[in-house]
């Protein structure tokens, strides 16, 4: 038998409702790629350092 919430609707498939005061934000991952490319293009994009900017991208947008 399906499992139902408390209104009796069926909720086997169906994706939990974000509440109404939550916070969007923005893809993560596009923001420290944003974040490294500034960081690579300040140094003249000078290889070898991808890695150190990636990680010190991470680092600034988690504080």
Do not use: Q
């Not at 919430?5 to 991952?29: M, Q, T």
């Not at 790629?33 to 900017?53: I, Q």
């Amino acid at each position: 038998m399906a499992a139902t919430d408390k209104r009796g609707k069926n909720n086997v498939n169906s994706v939990p409702e974000a509440p109404s005061d939550a916070i969007c934000l923005p893809d993560g991952g596009a923001r420290i790629a944003e974040l490294a490319y500034y960081k690579a293009e300040s140094r003249g994009f000078e290889p070898g350092h991808e890695l150190d900017d990636w990680l010190e991208a991470e680092w600034e947008f988690l504080l």
